[in-house]
Structures are given as structure tokens and as C-alpha cells.
């Protein structure tokens, strides 16, 4: 049985080139930085769980809820390909128990704080944000995008940031966790406008506050779909 199954939706990626050099200290081992076309990337993604299901029963009050995540990409070379994946360096919800099941279970990063979010979708655009509350003040994440749905094109950036099916978790120096995310080939909109109210530094540390100054290179609006986690398996090196 998967550990958890959930509609992804509406997710947005603001995606920013980053020196590789930042990044590897959070590297898990056994896996190594991820690039496209030589380019090191980091994304804020803000989307919505909803109807979700954790080892198969939906846990009252925490069915529909936001997420908002910084990650980077990884791959791990194993015998007959690649499996690419992501690193989280922090994920945010609103959930208290969903906290607590992803750091001590899947070891991850996650943090309990105020959320919300906005979707006001008409014939001709929509309008996408998710918020989130740091020391009393409210970050935001949005964007304005059409409302016809494109099939992401092979060998594409776009391609590059949405499709990664696996989860890497650094548990101690020689420790690495793996988990599998089962979904189908995402569509996406495109946006037009976007807006990013984030302080970097106070959400995810001095390593990443050079960010309050450097615009995304691209930002995306992807459907999402169903998605499965699978078990998680620890492997040494």
C-alpha cells in the first residue's frame, strides 16, 4: 500500500539559477546535483493537496490543505539508468501532524505555519497564490496565467523542473533516505504575470537570502494531478 495518496494542483514553480557550490552540503550521499544545459537550479513551489489519503484513510481536517516548498534537483546512478529526483531544503504546512509524519518518518524538513491560498479562475485567465505566515508577516507566491492547458515539451526546462519521480532525504553523513512519486505527465499554463513576496533568508536560512535579489528565470503553472508516495528505503554508502 502507498504511505500516501493525494491530488497535487495548481502548482506554481518560480524557478532560480544557483552556483552548485550552495547547494552541496545539502546534497544526500549517493546522489549527485542535477543540472539542465549545465545550469544549477532551485525552485519555491506552492500548490494544494486535496482529497488525501495517508496509508489509505483521509485523516479528518487534513484532506485539502496548501504546501509551499523550496527544493533542488539530485540524481542517483544506479545499474541500468538514472533516477532523478529532488531535495527539499524546507516544506511548509499548515498541519501540525503532517509535520510530525514527514520529519520522523521520511525524515524531511517540514514546519508548522499559518496558511492560505486564492484561486479565482474565469473563462479568459485565472489568478493563483498561496500565502503563508514568517514572524508576522505574510510571504506570497501568485501568478496570472491562461486558462488552456499545453502538453510540456520534451528536452525543456519545463520538462527538466516537473519531471522528477523521486525523493532524497540526507539522514546523516552516510545515510540517504529514497522514496518513489508515482503521477502522470503534467500540462501546464502559461502565465503571464507573477508575484514573489518572499524573505528567503528568514524562511530558509542564510544560505539562500541572496535570493531577495535575484528574479526567477522562469515561472511556471502546472495542473498536477493524483500522486502516490511510496514507502521509503534507506540505503548506506
Known amino acids: 500500500m502507498s504511505f500516501l495518496k493525494a491530488e497535487w494542483r495548481k502548482l506554481i514553480m518560480a524557478n ?18 542535477d543540472t539542465f544545459e549545465g545550469k544549477c537550479y532551485v525552485s519555491l513551489v506552492g500548490f494544494m493537496f486535496m482529497n488525501t489519503r495517508l496509508l489509505g484513510i483521509k485523516v479528518p481536517f487534513h484532506i485539502n490543505f496548501e504546501e509551499v516548498n523550496l527544493r533542488f534537483y539530485v540524481k542517483r546512478k ?15 504546512v499548515p498541519k501540525r501532524m503532517l509535520t510530525f509524519v514527514a520529519n520522523v518518518f521520511y525524515n524531511e524538513h517540514y514546519q508548522t505555519l499559518p496558511m492560505k491560498h486564492s484561486w479565482n479562475i474565469d473563462t479568459n485567465k485565472m489568478d493563483i497564490s498561496y500565502e503563508w505566515k514568517v514572524n508576522n508577516k505574510w510571504e506570497k507566491v501568485s501568478v496570472e496565467a491562461e486558462t488552456k492547458s499545453q502538453k510540456i515539451e520534451e528536452n525543456s526546462q519545463t520538462e527538466f523542473i516537473a519531471e522528477h519521480y523521486w525523493g532524497y532525504s540526507k539522514m546523516n553523513d552516510n545515510k540517504t533516505t529514497e522514496y518513489e512519486v508515482k503521477h502522470p505527465t503534467w500540462e501546464y ?6 508575484e514573489i513576496q518572499v524573505d528567503f533568508e528568514a524562511n530558509y536560512g542564510t544560505d539562500f537570502g541572496f535570493l531577495n535579489n535575484k528574479k526567477p528565470s522562469s515561472v511556471l503553472l502546472l495542473e498536477g494531478s493524483e500522486v502516490s508516495v511510496e514507502n521509503k528505503v534507506v540505503f548506506k554508502n
Open 78 to 92: 544506479v545499474e541500468g539508468g538514472v533516477k532523478r529526483g529532488v531535495v527539499f531544503i524546507k516544506e511548509i
Open 16 to 33: 532560480y539559477e544557483v552556483q552548485p557550490e550552495i547547494l552541496q552540503k545539502y546534497v544526500p550521499k549517493g546522489t549527485e546535483i
Open 189 to 194: 499554463y502559461p502565465v503571464t504575470k507573477h
